[in-house]
């Protein structure tokens, strides 16, 4: 079975660059699958932020692409956000998962907060 | 960009109740329709992919129907573990890009 998890830092300030990570097992990244980032501010609903497919292209939410990196490491089966030039209203619970035209697997979530 | 409407965006049923939550989209797409259920602290579980089919172990009180601009998930007989927030979820093969609902609450009457 597929699973994602998580990890990076849980603060960070603002206008500063949020960075994370998502290992995944059960899985090769390289061997199928989109792999994305999804995000949920404190009481709020559901953002996709953006994918990478298996072959290496990616895909960004509009609202966020000119501040959003997408990366993918296939020798250690990870891939990564980074959202730069942070503010307040980026702070949400960020999910790695993994879809085709929906997400099936998901991590367990990471909260990151920004605030100086 | 297609955006997706739920609605309502509060529901309060009861246990037994029939529940019929809407998603609604700017623009007719392709069946590629998803249905989620949130639990407070945990992460999305996928119930309905492709519009109408229930995931394997998702038990068959969920089903989902629809085409079109108009998709609907419906509880046939509410049962307490079944308040949670639900989200539709679309996805656009032509960009890619995925787009969300804004989630429906159902909580206790």
């Known amino acids: 079975q597929v699973q994602l998890q998580e990890s990076g830092p849980g603060l960070v300030k603002p206008s500063d660059t949020l960075s994370l990570t998502c290992t995944v097992s059960?899985?090769?990244?390289?061997?199928?699958?989109?792999w994305g980032w999804i995000r949920q501010p404190p009481g709020k609903g559901l953002e996709w932020i953006g994918s990478i497919f298996h072959t290496g292209n990616i895909y960004y939410n509009p609202s966020l692409k000119s501040r959003v990196t997408i990366s993918v490491d296939t020798s250690q089966n990870q891939f990564s956000l980074k959202l730069n030039s942070v503010t307040a209203a980026d702070t949400a619970v960020y999910y790695c998962?993994?879809?085709?035209?929906?997400?099936?697997?998901w991590g367990q979530g990471a909260l990151v907060a920004v605030s100086s | 960009d297609v955006q997706m409407t739920q609605s309502p965006s509060t529901l309060s049923a009861s246990v037994g109740d029939r529940v019929t939550i809407t998603c609604r989209a700017s623009?007719?797409?392709?069946?590629?329709l998803a249905w989620y259920q949130q639990k407070p602290g945990k992460a999305p579980n996928l119930l309905i992919y492709?519009?109408?089919t229930l995931k394997s172990g998702v038990p068959s009180r969920f089903s989902g129907s629809g085409s079109g601009t108009e998709f609907t998930l419906t509880i046939s007989s509410l049962q307490p573990d079944d308040f949670a927030t639900y989200y539709c979820?679309?996805?656009?093969?032509?960009?890619?890009?995925?787009?969300f609902g804004q989630g429906t609450r159902v909580e206790v009457k």
């Open positions: 059960g899985y090769s990244i390289s061997s199928g699958y989109f």
């Open positions: 623009q007719s797409f392709s069946r590629w």
């Open positions: 979820q679309q996805y656009n093969s032509d960009s890619p890009t995925w787009t």
């Open positions: 998962a993994n879809s085709r035209a929906n997400f099936e697997y």
């Open positions: 492709k519009a109408s």
